[in-house]
Structures are given as C-alpha cells and as structure tokens.
C-alpha cells in the first residue's frame, strides 16, 4: 500500500534561519506531488507541485523553494525564513489514474 | 477551476443523517465534484467523488444534481469523528492540481 511520510511533526525556527522539510512517498512510482501550507485561520495554499524529477511548478511567489531529488522524494525549503512562513505545511501525492490525493500528516512550522 | 460555494458551517447532532450542500453553478462538462475533509491538526482526507451519476463508498454518499450545478455529500449517520471542515472541489481531470475553498465546518453533537 501506499504511504506518504512527512517530517518534523512541529518545528520552531527563528527569523532569517533556513528551513528544509522532507516529504517521501512509499508503494508508487511516478507520483505527482504537492506542497501546501495552511496559515492559521486560514484556507489551503498550494505553493508547488511535480510531476516528475526536477520539474517543479510554483504556483505563488514567496521564500520558499522546492526539489525533487529523486521519483518519491520532494523537498521544501527556505534560505532566510519570516515571521510570515509560519503555518501548517503539508505534502500530498497523486497520480493520474485516480482522483484522490493523499496527504501527509503535516508540520506545524512556527517562525518566531 | 470553477468555483463552488459552501455555508461556512452546519451543526448536526451525533447518529443523525447530514446532508451537506455544494453549488456550483459554472461547472464545465469535464469537471469531477471531488469532497475531501480535514480534522483538526490533521490533512485532508479524501472523501469522494463523482462526474454525473450518484457514487457511495463506505464513508458517505454524493449525490448530484441532474443538471450538475450542485452537489449533496451524506453522511448517513454522524458520528463525533465526522466533525470536520468538508471541502467540495472541482476538478477537471488528473492532470490538474486541486484548490481549496473556505469549506463548511461540520459541528457534530452528542
């Protein structure tokens, strides 16, 4: 079966640190992968997605950055974090031959 | 995508149906209705999904409208685990990415 990991659960970085969260997928090859992040109060904010290795589409301007190494990895990353990163931030795979996404349990990123 | 609109939140009471609505008014031929669900602290789950007849898995029903401008997801017997925010997306095909709306909170209530 499949699964998505997703690490840390919660993480506290002080401003103008970097930030790198991982996301790996087990069970399927080939997954279209996502980034979202979630402020607090607010709605889901996709920010990239891929389709394949190295190809990373971003979908809002912002600090942030994405990778994807290899088929089932993908890597989320900042080089200077603000006060403003702070959120929920979530990974989800999918592929084309349904309709779901699956999500990661998520991390909880405070920026202080 | 286009877009569906949602009541920002509905209270049910605990062994009771729930229907919850979705309209999307604007919706293209080729448009899935996909509902997903977020607990606190949690990801969205997927819920459900459906293009033009009524579909029912083990977690709920969705029932569409003939025309297609909205949608129904049921819950057939809440329970205090289905107390969530209930997304209705819509979704051209695989190949496109899925956004989020505000939702409909769910309050459910022993």
């Known amino acids: 079966s499949q699964t998505i990991h997703q690490w840390p659960a919660t993480l506290v970085q002080p401003v103008g640190s970097p930030l790198s969260l991982e996301c790996t997928v087990e069970g399927t090859s080939n997954p279209n992968l996502y980034w979202y992040r979630q402020a607090a109060g607010r709605g889901l904010q996709l920010l990239f997605y891929s389709v394949g290795i190295g190809q990373i589409s971003s979908e809002v301007p912002q600090n942030l950055s994405a990778s994807r190494p290899q088929d089932r990895q993908f890597i989320l990353s900042s080089k200077k974090l603000l006060l403003s990163d702070s959120g929920f931030y979530l990974c989800?795979?999918?592929?084309?031959?349904?309709?779901?996404?699956?999500f990661g349990s998520g991390t909880r990123l405070t920026v202080v | 995508d286009a877009k569906t609109t949602q009541p920002n939140s509905m209270e049910s009471n605990e062994e009771e149906p729930v229907h919850l609505p979705c309209n999307h008014s604007?919706?293209?031929?080729?448009?899935?209705i996909h509902w997903y669900r977020q607990l606190p602290s949690q990801g969205p789950e997927y819920v459900i999904h459906g293009l033009t007849s009524n579909v029912n898995n083990r977690m709920a029903s969705l029932a569409i409208a003939e025309d297609r401008k909205s949608s129904t997801l049921i819950l057939h017997r809440a329970t205090l685990r289905d107390a969530a925010v209930y997304y209705c997306i819509l979704r051209d095909s695989g190949y496109s990415t899925l956004t989020f709306g505000k939702g409909t909170m769910l309050l459910v209530s022993p």
């Open positions: 604007t919706i293209s031929g080729t448009d899935y």
């Open positions: 989800a795979w999918g592929n084309l031959r349904d309709h779901g996404y699956t």
